[in-house]
């Protein structure tokens, strides 16, 4: 799978919310240029589940799925969940989105009073730092709502903002930031070359089965499967240097990396790769301009954002990652990291639960955080033998309790309890083994967070995850552990 730049990079499976979003895009196309592409991605849509993991995520689904479908009925935004302010942008769209699509809205918030709240969002965004693509979105939503109330000025002014204010590199590797453009566009300036551009991608990033798929991320698969390779001898001769030369190409401007090429860059990937390329001349190579990096970022109390604006909050596996880094590279930086590693032991401890904010599970979040908090740490090792007692009849673990084992869980306790509970580890490997396809892989299941609160699958991160529990048992038996 490693690709002839030394990097991994797949598409997720499909999802209503792209597949959706996108469809419902295209059908604003004037004419009926793309009507067999939007037909296709309505009788996809029209076979498929809403995920229901959570309120919130059915909620998202199960909306742009009847708004794809034109079913119309009500869109319900009352649900408590949307109010944090991780969900705030997920709200604003479906609100946005459900209007333009006439449907009725029972909401926290007026029409107007939604309007004015993107108004103002969109006038202080020249001087706040959001994401790119994040931009684009609030624009669209700005664009969409001004037109309702008949502001031609507004849309005019805010079209040409869109179309020509910002590279479109900047957002259109998103499909849902693309999509908002797109029927943004349609509107504002449906003669743009920006407009022109964004159908021509929507209509060429549509799967043979009729789907879009969420964006892709090559340097985040890239870390994760070095950090999960590395001490294989087979990697080492064949695969290791590529993807080095792959991870040391896109460290950015800024010292730090992105989660896929050409974006900016962002905490948690920044560290994942610091750990991917620890012990090697290209982590050598790169470390000063990433601990520079890290320093610019670090927040007053000591903390890690995920990204680089002010209004994203810091999380436990972003923390962690970062910390995990820095104790990589002790005693060639001064940065501070007690501040941070008490932080994580009191959010662990004061939520009672293991958890992460980008990926799901307990398995996860022992393994990355336990790390960061370091293997002598009370509660660390209290978390390791709760996971290890979590190990099911089959020998393999589920990402949460009273759950179906999975392969990327069963990888991921295994890096977690290999050397502290050995007597569990071949039953888990059994599991794997017995589980493994004949190509070689493993069966997935969603495991990532993005855009939260969806789900995400991508085979990349499976085959990561599994072979990384492989290596730490082989690990542990070099040091008197697991058989």
Known sequence: MQRGDGSWEVLPDPRIFETALCGYALSHTPGALHQEAVARARRWVASAT?????????????????????EGGEVDLTAPELSIPVMASRCTMLHTLALHAGMKVRATCSEAELRARVARAYERSAQTN?????????????????????????????????AYGAPQSAFTFNPVSKALAYIALCTAAPASDA????????????????????????????SLLVRALRGHPRFAREGLRPALDFLLSTQNDDGGWPFRSGVES???TTGAVMLAMHGTLHGERTLGRALAYLGRVQMDNGLWRTW???????????????LSALDAYAGRHRLPVAPARAWLAEEVEGKGAWSASWYRGIPYAVAEIGRALGPAHALAQRGVDALA??????????????GE?????????????????????????????????????????PDMYGPRPLLSHFETHTQAFVIGGMMAAIGASGKGGAR
């Open 308 to 322: 680089q604006f002010r209004d994203d909050p810091p999380v436990e596996d972003v923390v962690a990652h970062v």
């Open 266 to 268: 962002d905490n948690d």
């Open 130 to 162: 959001l994401k790119r693509w994040s931009k684009a979105e609030l624009i669209a939503a700005h664009i969409l709502l001004e037109a309702r109330a008949g502001d031609a000025i507004a849309v005019e002014a805010a079209g040409y903002d869109l």
């Open 195 to 222: 407009c022109r551009v964004l159908r021509e991608q929507l209509v060429a990033d549509q799967q043979h089965d009729g789907t879009w798929r969420f964006c892709t991320s090559d340097v985040w698969d890239t």
């Open 405 to 445: 084992s999975t392969a990327s869980a069963t990888g991921l306790a295994l890096t977690a309890i290999a050397e502290r509970h050995p007597a569990r580890v071949e039953a888990g490997l059994k599991y794997l083994v017995d589980t493994q396809r004949p190509d070689g892989s493993w069966a997935g299941t």
């Open 389 to 402: 007692a979590m190990q099911r009849s089959d020998g393999g673990w589920s990402p949460e309790p009273g």
């Open 50 to 70: 809403p995920q229901a993991h959570g309120h919130v995520t059915y909620l998202l689904e199960d909306a742009l799925r009847r708004i794809l479908l034109g």
